[in-house]
């Protein structure tokens, strides 16, 4: 019964429209109130010491970080060393695109904040150079995934955190996942290129100026700071929560006396913007705490993960299984929410069949991160539909293919460990 109150309450306020974070807390106060030998005081304390974490403040760091370099001039300095890269290129701007993504998402750490800073500069010219501007904004939004995929992850440190799991060994294991993400969308397009399926149009020619050597000495200090600030984790030099201010007082530096394209005077807004946007994350986080004590106290886990054994033995049905839920979820419930309440439910079982922990939050991630550009709830197409001024009836139409593609990618990584594994065990030595 309290299983039934617990799930059934939650499920129904999620349907009337009630916040993930509130629907969360009032489920688990109406099953404690149900359960005889607890009390709203166990509700109050989970809220406090679940956001009580050293860790966490590195969501809102990276957040922060993100939007310094997004408006600091960062971005387009960027996208000017991947045009010149990979311009000449199969799939030219297409190729351009995705790439710029990848080496935002390095510095990034979301999703949004990736598919709102190349998504500004480049969705026009990928219209320019003959893509339709609903497939224009559908590639962008799926290779803005890449910010949740691509360490620092905000989505990364949030699974650490539910599941007790090194931050750096799960920064390290996602870097050869997500070029593999990135090579199969690039894939994808340049077959849709070649074949005349991305849109008609005029194209007009590129208008690249100067060389290659010129746009990489001009982005030398944004290029600098994915080393900067994952070598100083891995180097041990600081922590990754520690990292997440140094990603923001390089940031901040290079943006506003470097570049000088950040007034000063900006700074406080976006960093009560940055808070803004993360004390929802945490409101999830902090109420998520009493709901997955409570799933425990019921031993729905345990319970789930013997009736899921009892029906196979076998890694890859259940893994199957699983990547099939994550993409569900993953359509109808933002990605950190579905991270704090799936991890202590399917970790259980996973770490049962043999599946390494870092190796099922990459992923966790990649699956999670799928649903972020899947309609009806994709976060990253309403940016995408945003900043390219699209319907979002036709970016939706225009986005499965995408999807798919990265979906073929995901279980190349479920499958084949040694991309999540592989860098950790060499560097870390992870798993010895």
């Given amino acids: 019964m309290t299983t039934a109150i617990l799930f059934g309450s939650f499920l129904l306020l999620l349907l009337i429209g009630v916040p993930i974070g509130i629907a969360l807390g009032a489920a688990s106060m109406l099953a404690i109130l149900y359960i005889p030998f607890l009390s709203l005081d166990m509700y109050a304390l989970g809220l406090v010491s679940a956001i009580d974490s050293f860790t966490l403040i590195a969501v809102v760091l990276f957040t922060l970080a993100g939007s310094l370099m997004a408006e600091g001039g960062i971005s387009k300095r960027l996208i000017a060393v991947a045009d010149h890269a ?62 949740v995929m691509i360490p620092p992850s905000v989505v990364m440190i949030v699974y650490a955190v539910s599941s007790g799991v090194s931050v750096t060994a799960l920064f390290m294991a996602g870097i050869v996942p997500g070029f593999v993400i990135a090579l199969t969308l690039i894939g994808y397009n340049v077959i849709q290129r070649r074949s005349g399926n991305q849109g008609a149009g005029n194209p007009v020619p590129p208008t690249r100026t100067g060389s290659l050597w010129a746009a990489l000495w001009d982005a030398k200090l944004a290029l600098a700071m994915p080393p900067v600030v994952l070598g100083s984790i891995y180097s041990g030099m600081v922590t990754p929560t520690e990292s997440s201010a140094v990603a923001v007082v390089y940031a901040l530096i290079v943006s506003c006396f470097v570049y000088r394209e950040l007034p000063l005077s900006a700074v406080p807004k976006m960093m009560l913007e940055a808070a803004l946007l993360v004390s929802a994350v945490l409101v999830i986080i902090g109420a998520s705490y009493a709901f997955g004590r409570i799933i425990a106290l019921e031993r729905i886990p345990s319970d789930l993960a013997q009736l899921v ?84 009836e036709d970016i939706a139409r225009r986005i499965f293919p995408w999807v798919v593609t990265m979906i073929f990618a995901l279980l190349l990584i479920a499958f084949i460990p040694v991309l999540s594994l592989g860098l950790p065990e060499l560097f870390l030595g992870y798993g010895r």
Avoid: W
Wanted: aromatic share 6%; hydrophobic share 60%; glycine share 12%.
């Fill in 86 to 147: 990979f311009g000449g290129m199969p799939g030219d701007l297409g190729t351009v695109t995705i790439m710029s993504c990848l080496f935002f998402a390095a510095i990034s750490g979301t999703g949004s904040a990736t598919v709102a800073a190349i998504g500004l500069a480049m969705i026009p010219a990928l219209v320019d150079r003959g893509y339709d501007r609903a497939y224009a904004g559908a590639m962008v939004a799926s290779a803005g995934g890449l910010g």
């Fill in 309 to 392: 054994l009892s029906l196979t033995q076998s890694k890859v049905v259940v893994m199957l299984a699983a990547i099939v839920l994550l993409l569900i979820v993953g359509t109808f419930l933002e990605t950190l929410a579905a991270i704090v309440i799936l991890t202590p439910v399917l970790l259980p079982i996973m770490l049962k069949i043999g599946v390494d922990p870092v190796h099922f939050g990459i992923v966790m991630v990649v699956a999670l991160a799928i649903g972020f550009v899947t309609p009806p709830l994709g976060a990253n197409l309403f940016m995408a539909a945003a900043v390219g001024k699209i319907r979002f």
